[in-house]
Every structure is written in C-alpha cells, then in structure tokens.
C-alpha cells in the first residue's frame, strides 16, 4: 500500500518515542490518523501540530474494551482503516528474582496482550476493505533478551512469533504486516528507571533518533517489508545469536561488557 492523502492510520503509544515520530512522519504524507494512547494531553498538543484533521483517542491497549472503543470509533468516524499500527509499550528492567510481580505483568499485559487487543479489533476492519497493513513494534530483545530485561524480551519475542505467523495467515487476503525491531532509541521509555539501568545498557547520547526509525517504517509499509531492524546492527546480532548462542554471547561481550553475557557455558 502507498501511504497518501486519505490513508487512514491508527497507532497505538502516539504521544511519544517511536510512535510520535511516526505519526508525524504519516501526517506529512497527509495520513489521517487515530492518535491513540492512555493520556490524552500529549495527543491533542500533537494533533494541532500536525498537518491535516487527526483525531484524539483515549485507549489503554491493556483493556479490551477501551482497545476496541477507540479502534472502532476511529473506523466509523473515517469510514474505514487502512494502516494499524501496534507500538505501545513499557518497561521495568530488574533481575526477575527481584522485580515485582505486579511490574512483570503489566508489561505482559501492555506488551502483548496490548498487541492482540489493538490487531484482534483493528483487523476486521482491514479484512473487510481487502487491503491494508499492519505494524507491530517488537524489539531487538525479542531476538535476543538481555539479563535484568527478561520479562520486557519475553513480551517482545511473543510479539514476534505472534507477528510472524499472522503474516503468513494473511497471504492473499489484501492486508499484510511488517515487524519492527528497535535497538536504543532516543525515547522517554526509560525515563522512570535510568538511575538503576543495567550496566551493559548503551542509551542516552548513543540512542539511535526515532525519526529516522519512524521513515524507514513508512518506507516498509510501502514496500510490504517483512521486517525493518534499526539500528542495523539489531539484526546481525540477531543473526548470529540465531545461529550460534555462544558466538552471539561472544559478540555482545565485546559490544557490551560481561553484564550482557554473564554465563559462559
């Protein structure tokens, strides 16, 4: 699909990091968007930024209800959807012994069961125009998680094989779907935890920019990828962890420290 004037787009986590950037960069192709996230403040600020009449959408991807609320007021409102996009997401990153139950499971339920809420409503809605794309925002954790992240990797690698599949299921049906597999971005998804980041964390000054992320997404779309990797050095870690785990352990030691690779068995 091209993303033009008239193309409508939902997107889940609009009002910051990676889907912010996103978001602009559909509404300069004159996108019409669903900017959909739990606080609505930060969107409306954004919408009046924005080129073109967006509109607002109060939705926790972590409930059902509200998911479907906004995808489906969304639909009606534009007659339609053309692009979803699943891109919220949080962290809390701690040794697993040590992190709150409570802490594990709202990543699970934003991470994932967000991801099934947001393509469970929003994929009729494709179905039914014949064509369309859908976006999923994984994570180069879910090629391969990281210790003090284990929770965070798990929710990230159920987004792939979730997303892997689907893309399959979705052969001749006019509608197809393109996994993204960020590194460190500069983003605020860490703002509440950076004074106890793990050691092999490389953020800050060295996080790749959203926006740039945010035009190879449009590019992906437009060009029905099956998968964008950025930085893509996300991907050759990918790789060679897929095929040797101890090489790839190897690999992040000297990208990272020890912390990365604790164990050397």
Not at 47 to 68: I, K, N
Not at 112 to 140: K, N, Q
Request: proline letters at 5%; glycine letters at 10%; charged letters at 20%.
């Amino acid at each position: 699909m091209q993303v033009a004037r008239g193309t409508r787009a939902f997107v889940t986590g609009a009002s910051r990091g990676i889907g912010r950037a996103l978001a602009r960069a559909l509404a300069a192709r004159g996108a019409t968007l669903g900017l959909a996230a739990r606080s609505t403040d930060e969107l409306a600020a954004l919408a009046a930024e924005l080129p073109g009449e967006h509109h607002v959408l109060e939705c926790d991807v972590a409930d059902a209800a509200s998911t479907q609320a906004a995808i489906d007021g969304f639909a009606q409102r534009t007659g339609g959807l053309d692009l979803l996009v699943a891109n919220a997401g949080i962290t809390h990153y701690a040794p697993f012994r040590d992190q709150p139950l409570d802490q594990a499971l709202q990543m699970s339920q934003v991470n994932w069961h967000g991801t099934l809420h947001t393509v469970h409503f929003g994929l009729p809605h494709l179905l039914e125009g014949d064509c369309g794309h859908i976006v999923i925002v994984s994570s180069g954790a879910g090629l391969r998680s990281f210790p003090q992240a284990a929770v965070y990797g798990a929710t990230k690698a159920a987004q792939r094989m979730f997303a892997e599949a689907l893309r399959h299921e979705l052969a001749d049906t006019g509608v197809s779907l393109t996994t993204i597999y960020p590194g460190e971005i500069a983003t605020s998804l860490h703002d509440h935890e950076k004074d106890r980041m793990p050691a092999w964390y490389r953020g800050g000054p060295r996080a790749a920019p959203p926006e740039a992320l945010a035009q190879k997404i449009v590019t992906a779309i437009e060009d029905d990828e099956r998968a964008v990797y950025y930085p893509p050095l996300v991907r050759a870690l990918g790789v060679v962890h897929g095929l040797n785990g101890r090489a790839g352990d190897a690999l992040l030691r000297r990208l990272r420290g020890d912390s990365a690779a604790p164990r050397r068995d």
